[in-house]
């Protein structure tokens, strides 16, 4: 199975396209135990740890990380203005989440 996706970096303007491809056992292995993590319940347990938390990190974690040994990802670089111009919906999500962190700091002072 092979997917895709951009990576930007609108501080730096920097973008890469990555390349993912591996059996389809790792990524949906890889998608399912992530799936499984987010809705954990976050039930407070013993000593001030948490259930999600624990799960996350003793079963979840090692497993995609386990995957992510077996998919091969290949990074190339890109043209930041011309990514821009071809995935504007990706940028338009990252400034607005950039602006409800700043608003979120500037209440913070």
Known sequence: MKSWGIRINTIYKTAHY?????????????SLIQR?????P????????RLD?????CICSPIVDWCWTHIRVIFIKANY???L???????DFICDLKEQVNEK????K
């Open 18 to 30: 990555h390349f993912d491809e591996a059996n389809s056992f790792f990524f949906i292995l890889k």
């Open 42 to 49: 976050s039930i407070p347990l013993l000593r001030g740890y």
């Open 85 to 91: 111009k071809k995935f504007p919906k990706e940028f």
């Open 36 to 40: 499984i993590c987010d809705i954990i």
């Open 53 to 57: 938390d624990l799960f996350h990190l």
């Open 105 to 108: 700091m500037d209440e913070a």
């Open 81 to 83: 203005d011309e990514v």
